[in-house]
């Protein structure tokens, strides 16, 4: 009975946010911040990630509330934790895929040139404006879309073409970033 109450307030809280009602947002973080707390430290024990990672969930619940006027949501916490743990994987995958690209194309080339101000501020600053030396602009952006953790797929979806077009172009600002930096 409990449950059934609880879900039928979730129903009548969404289609109230859905409708435009600032004060269910309010009531939703408020009913399950908490209750994300909980669960998403599950995740991450880093305090200050929790805290950025749940206002995110809220921004985005926010900003999509558009579109999300068709979705149906029966289990409100379930979905916003769904979503939380998305966004968790989503960072998580794109600062390994950031520090794989450092470590396989970048600090080969500055054990060759240290700098004074360390080796981190040198590679970073070479890389940069290696990248800005790439004479064609969508591939500069590419590179610094990988440089940030983007993969392929997310890379097509900014530009609005084909996964395929992405992965020949991924392929062609690499191998151009390579015989910038002398690598081929």
Not at 170 to 178: D, G, M, N, T, V
């Amino acid at each position: 009975m409990n449950s059934r109450k609880s879900t039928q307030a979730d129903k009548l809280l969404w289609t109230s946010f859905l409708a435009g009602d600032e004060k269910a947002l309010s009531d939703i973080v408020n009913k399950y911040h908490s209750k994300l707390v909980c669960v998403l430290l599950r995740y991450t024990c880093n305090e200050t990630e929790l805290e950025d990672l749940i206002s995110e969930i809220f921004i985005w619940l926010m900003e999509s509330q558009t579109r999300l006027k068709d979705l149906e949501v029966r289990n409100l916490s379930a979905f916003l934790i769904e979503i939380g743990k998305k966004m968790y994987f989503s960072k998580s995958k794109k600062a390994r895929r950031r520090q794989e690209i450092l470590a396989q194309y970048v600090k080969p080339y500055v054990e060759k040139s240290v700098s004074p101000y360390g080796l981190d501020a040198a590679y970073v600053a070479d890389i940069q404006q290696m990248i800005q030396g790439v004479s064609h602009p969508a591939r500069r952006r590419i590179l610094q879309l990988l440089s940030e953790g983007y993969d392929a797929q997310e890379i097509s979806e900014a530009f609005g073409k084909t996964p395929k077009w992405a992965h020949q172009n991924i392929y062609l600002a690499r191998r151009e970033l390579k015989s910038i930096m002398g690598m081929v």
